[in-house]
């Protein structure tokens, strides 16, 4: 059974930096995608950063240049390096899965099979 656990949210003001964590426990294929999505109150969910087996990473043009998606595979873990944080960065954060090979990772969330449970950010002007 794959599990997908967030952890790092909090409160920071605008400017400060989070890191999230995602671990990942029960998959074991050498293809994936996994990716950070954002869903704030009242909003649909959205892309933020996603990298594939081979470490190929995309962005939001939201979060570029402010985020970094990265892996220690070692951990199974994925990271979300949060700086230079906006108000508009506030919402909840998931970490998803998607089994498969793909050059680019998608940024459909319909795409991804596993979500973990959700970490809050909130950033006060």
């Known amino acids: 059974q794959v599990q997908l656990v967030e952890s790092g949210g909090g409160s920071v003001q605008s400017g400060g930096s989070l890191r999230l964590s995602c671990a990942a426990f029960g998959y074991t294929g050498s293809n994936y995608c996994m990716g950070w999505f954002r869903q704030a109150p009242g909003k649909e969910r959205e892309v933020v950063a996603r990298m594939n087996s081979d470490g190929r990473t995309n962005y939001a043009d939201s979060v570029k240049g402010r985020f970094t998606i990265s892996q220690d595979n070692a951990k199974n873990t994925l990271y979300l390096q949060m700086n230079s944080l906006k108000p508009e960065d506030t919402a909840m954060y998931y970490c998803?899965?998607?089994?498969?090979?793909?050059?680019?990772?998608?940024?459909?969330?319909?795409?991804?099979?596993?979500w973990g449970q959700g970490t809050q950010v909130t950033v006060s002007s």
């Open positions: 998803a899965l998607n089994f498969g090979f793909w050059f680019l990772c998608p940024g459909a969330s319909n795409l991804y099979n596993y």
